[in-house]
């Protein structure tokens, strides 16, 4: 802990924003949680959630917790051939579902901010489970991250020589 100009700060809390779905943010380190799947393959770039087609109501949501406080942005675009109102796709905070789309072609963007320790997501919905899923592919995602301040880079890299 260090102190300058009457704050307190730990070295290891400053924050930046992380670009795309990697490091913390790689798709890997999420939760996916509900019935449907995550498409991986356009990761880093982007990545798109399949809702469910069970037939009945359910719903898929891809979680994680953000690390530091920061902001929390993406663009977003939705595709159903069900009717409006029967699929949703959209984003979490904390547990809540704020939908951005039930209407086939919609596209969108988001920008939030967000605490460290909030848990971040998307999510789609299904009322009825039938007609083919709900998807909703998100990209130009951006997260906030832990860096370590410079004066902490010096003495972790000479920790790492002197143990060496």
Avoid: C, H, K
């Avoid at 802990?1 to 913390?24: E, H, I, K, V």
């Avoid at 087609?53 to 663009?75: C, E, Q, R």
């Avoid at 699929?87 to 969108?108: I, M």
């Avoid at 967000?114 to 592919?137: E, K, R």
Wanted: a negative charge; glycine letters at 14%; zero cysteines.
């Amino acid at each position: 802990m260090r102190s300058g100009n009457g704050y307190a700060r730990n070295a290891l809390t400053a924050s930046a924003q992380d670009f795309d779905f990697d490091g913390y943010y790689d798709p890997t380190n999420w939760t996916t949680t509900g019935v449907g799947s995550v498409d991986t393959a356009g990761a880093p770039a982007s990545i798109t959630l399949i809702g469910p087609d069970a037939g009945s109501a359910a719903s898929l949501a891809f979680t994680i917790m953000v690390p530091a406080s920061g902001t929390f942005a993406f663009d977003w675009a939705y595709n159903s051939t069900d009717s409006p109102g029967f699929d949703q796709g959209g984003w979490l905070l904390n547990g809540t579902f704020t939908e951005v789309s039930d209407t086939d072609g919609e596209v969108g963007s988001v920008s939030t901010p967000v605490s460290a320790g909030d848990v971040i997501g998307f999510a789609v919905f299904s009322d009825d489970g039938l007609f083919d899923p709900g998807t909703i592919t998100i990209s130009n995602f951006s997260g906030p991250v832990v860096i370590p301040e410079p004066a902490s880079l010096g003495l972790l890299a000479g920790g790492v020589l002197y143990a060496s």
